[in-house]
């Protein structure tokens, strides 16, 4: 069994083992640092300081393909997304927030034929109408790609039940995936599970964010997760900054990353950049979520897509050789 493993202080990950090996103690692990690189990073004196303490057996869905996991996935939705990745040779997401129906499909017109999954914030649009879903689902169907909508409900459970299948969006009718807070708890699902699971949708649960100082971390990820293997039906995966499932738990959940570019590490608004490869291979996400790093001002969007989509599928394939 291979162990890695995680020290949080205060919910930030300081440093990530890859090789095998049981510590009994705290202690214990920062001498095999010290041996096997010649230093520990951090004084010794804030070891003591740390908060809590994690040993986590990594998932062995880390070295597994798409195609294997889709073989053997439970739930109709995450198995036909697993399939469209490999199938499409991509593991990007782009992240269309733009504010015109014009643009968003012109974006997700040039975009489509690199991308597993489109995302939208639908309630940014300012001229939203019903031809922009008819649009993109006709889009989506020519480019063999699934939708994201980027809702993060965090109401009671039929408080968002009212939001995921009315109003002017009907975001049940037409986006393959959602996602949602597990701040209210666990009624939150079951509210969202009512109307998503007859149309075989899936949900994402925030477990962590990208944005500096987030304050989904430690026990608030670790309860996040235990929701969601209690609904495995409905939940296919996290919005997460690593991997969240331990190979000794069973079920596979897909991860997917936001926080991605290759040439910037920051936005100055908080949000927090880190490469493809960086995701992938040393954090082991699933997706990568791109926004403004494929169509931010004077970029060529399709010379973009292309460059992230072959960044986030080299670093998939590194990943599952190891
Ligand atoms: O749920 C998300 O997708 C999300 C979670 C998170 O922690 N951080 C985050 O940036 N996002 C979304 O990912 C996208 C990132 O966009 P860029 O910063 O432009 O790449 C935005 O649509 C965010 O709403």
Redesign the pocket.
């Known amino acids: 069994m291979t162990f890695s493993a995680v020290f949080v202080n205060g919910g930030r990950v300081l440093v990530e083992l890859p090789w095998q090996k049981t510590f009994s103690k705290p202690g214990g692990m920062a001498q095999m640092i010290e041996e096997k690189d010649g230093h520990f990073p951090y004084p010794f004196s804030r070891w003591t300081a740390f908060r809590s303490f994690s040993l986590t057996t990594m998932s062995s869905n880390l070295r597994k393909t798409y195609t294997e996991r889709a073989a053997v996935h439970p739930n109709p939705c995450a198995r036909t997304f697993l399939e469209l990745m490999e199938r499409k040779r991509s593991n990007l997401s782009v992240?269309v927030?733009v504010t015109s129906k014009t643009e968003l499909l012109e974006i997700a017109g040039k975009v489509g034929p690199y991308i597993c999954l489109l995302?939208t914030?639908i309630d940014i649009v300012n001229d939203f109408d019903q031809d922009l879903v008819d649009q993109l689902k006709a889009l989506s169907k020519k480019h063999d790609f699934m939708i994201f909508e980027?809702r993060?409900f965090a109401d009671i459970g039929n408080t968002v039940k009212l939001q995921y299948g009315f109003g002017i969006y009907r975001i049940a009718s037409w986006a393959d995936i959602t996602?949602c807070h597990s701040v209210p708890g666990e009624g939150i699902i079951s509210g969202l599970k009512e109307i998503g699971l007859p149309l075989n949708r899936g949900l994402?649960l925030?477990a962590?964010?990208?944005?500096a100082g987030?304050l989904a971390t430690g026990a608030y990820t670790a309860a996040t997760v235990a929701m969601a293997r209690r609904h495995q039906d409905f939940v296919i995966g996290f919005?997460a900054m690593r991997r969240m499932d331990a190979e000794d738990e069973g079920g596979d959940f897909i991860v997917?990353t936001?926080?991605?570019?290759l040439d910037v590490a920051g936005?100055g608004l908080g949000?927090q950049?880190r490469t493809p490869r960086e995701v992938v291979v040393e954090s082991g996400g699933d997706v990568v979520?791109?926004?403004?790093?494929i169509y931010?001002k004077g970029k060529n969007v399709e010379e973009q897509a292309k460059r992230y989509r072959d960044a986030g599928w080299e670093a998939y394939l590194e990943r599952v050789r190891r």
Do not use: F, T, W
Request: charged share 25%; proline share 3%.
């Open positions: 992240a927030d995302k914030h980027d993060k996602n994402l925030l962590e964010m990208s944005s987030s919005i997917m936001p926080g991605v570019s936005d949000q950049y979520i791109v926004g403004r790093g931010g």
